[in-house]
């Protein structure tokens, strides 16, 4: 787990074979900059690929994926509040019915309370579902709303599954 989320932070004890993992606080700011950011880039990101890799390296910005609809702003802030200070919460909604559809963005003041939620909280039950952080370059205005050309995100547009806690089927296999 620490070699992916945290490569290059595993040392060798020369020669004793043994390996020590560092703890968040022992990270370097160079380190702390380096920590996986994930493949997904943001398509309508408006700035150079540099800029948006630096904005992700730099932020204290987090997208939660896999929520159900049924999440509530208050059920966010107290979960990820366990890692710090929240500056803000964002609830993705239908770009529609301005009603939740599956993600949220979540602010800290400090980017290592970030980094503490990417450690310990992607990958835990919310509403008996597993979430999913990842590194966001900066919320802007819009960005709330899902891209499906049904409003909700677009990956549940093109979902085969059945996911009650996501609106049902897919929005594309309902029509067929
Ligand atoms: N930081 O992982 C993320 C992330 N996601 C998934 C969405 N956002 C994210 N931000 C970060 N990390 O502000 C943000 C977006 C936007 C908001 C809603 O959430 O930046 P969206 O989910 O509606 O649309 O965004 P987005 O993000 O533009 O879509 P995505 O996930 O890149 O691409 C669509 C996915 O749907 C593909 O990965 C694929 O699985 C599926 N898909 C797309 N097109 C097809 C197709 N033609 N056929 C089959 N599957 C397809």
Request: hydrophobic share 30%.
């Amino acid at each position: 787990y620490y070699e992916k989320h945290f490569p290059g932070c595993a040392i060798d004890l020369i020669g004793l074979g043994i390996s020590y993992f560092k703890t968040l606080g022992d990270l370097t700011s160079e380190e702390m900059r380096e920590i996986n950011l994930g493949s997904y880039r943001d398509a309508k990101y408006e700035g150079s690929r540099e800029e948006h890799e630096n904005k992700l390296k730099e932020s204290a910005t987090l997208y939660v994926g896999n929520l159900s609809f049924y999440t509530t702003e208050e059920q966010i802030y107290s979960l990820f509040g366990r890692c710090g200070e929240i500056k803000r919460v964002i609830m993705g909604l239908d770009k529609f019915r301005k009603t939740p559809c599956g993600f949220c963005f979540v602010e800290y003041h400090e980017r290592v309370d970030a980094l503490q939620a990417m450690q310990w909280v992607t990958g835990t039950r919310l509403d008996n579902r597993i979430i999913r952080c990842d590194w966001d370059a900066g919320f802007i205005e819009g960005r709330q709303y899902g891209r499906g050309k049904s409003g909700g995100q677009i990956r549940d547009e093109y979902r085969e599954t059945y996911d009650p806690d996501r609106g049902g089927y897919g929005k594309i296999m309902s029509k067929k």
